[in-house]
């Protein structure tokens, strides 16, 4: 099992910016990748950014390049997004997901709302 822990979420305005972390706990050496998602009232849930541990590539939503940056400490067991020039369509709750390639398992965090207003 994998725990997943998110904070950063709060309040911004439009323009703004807002630091996301999640931090992993547990049967963390099988995961092969971490990544956020987020859900707005209404829609599904939708990838925002994803950091692939094998090669190390990343992916991002189009609707966030070149506004937020993933990163990660794999010492700390640490992922973090860097969000800037939040938009009010930003706003959602965003959360943390861990991958682990056996099983075909998907962990979640329990998520942390972000609000833009504009």
């Known amino acids: 099992q994998v725990q997943l822990v998110e904070s950063g979420g709060g309040l911004v305005q439009a323009g703004g910016s807002l630091r996301l972390s999640c931090a992993a706990s547990?049967?963390?050496?099988?995961?092969?990748?971490m990544g956020w998602y987020r859900q707005a009232p209404g829609k599904q849930r939708e990838l925002v950014a994803q950091?692939?541990?094998?090669?190390?590539?990343?992916n991002y939503a189009d609707s966030v390049k070149g506004r937020f940056t993933i990163s990660r400490d794999s010492a700390k067991n640490m992922v973090w997004l860097q969000m800037n020039s939040l938009k009010p369509e930003d706003t959602a709750v965003y959360y943390c997901?861990?991958?682990?390639?056996?099983?075909?398992?998907?962990?979640w965090g329990k998520g942390t709302l972000v609000t833009v207003s504009s």
């Open positions: 997901s861990a991958h682990q390639p056996f099983g075909a398992v998907d962990y």
């Open positions: 950091v692939i541990y094998t090669g190390g590539s990343i």
């Open positions: 547990g049967s963390i050496f099988g995961l092969n990748a």
